[in-house]
C-alpha cells in the first residue's frame, strides 16, 4: 500500500531529516551528546569570543 503523502515533497523531506538526525545522533552516542548540542557546539567554534 503507498502512502498518502508520498507524492507531497515536503513528506520527503520530513523522512530524509529524520534519518539525517538519527545517523547523527549515532555519531556522536558515545559522546551522550544530541544533535542540537552539537549545533550549538559548532557555532561557537565557528564564532570565537562569542559570549
Do not use: C, Q, W
Request: no cysteine; proline share 6%.
Amino acid at each position: 500500500m503507498k502512502h498518502p503523502l508520498e507524492s507531497m515533497v515536503g513528506f520527503h523531506l520530513v523522512r530524509t531529516a529524520n534519518l539525517a538526525l538519527k545517523a547523527v545522533n549515532a555519531t556522536y552516542g558515545d559522546l551522550r551528546i544530541r544533535h542540537p548540542d552539537a549545533a550549538t557546539m559548532l557555532v561557537i567554534e565557528a564564532n570565537p569570543g562569542i559570549t
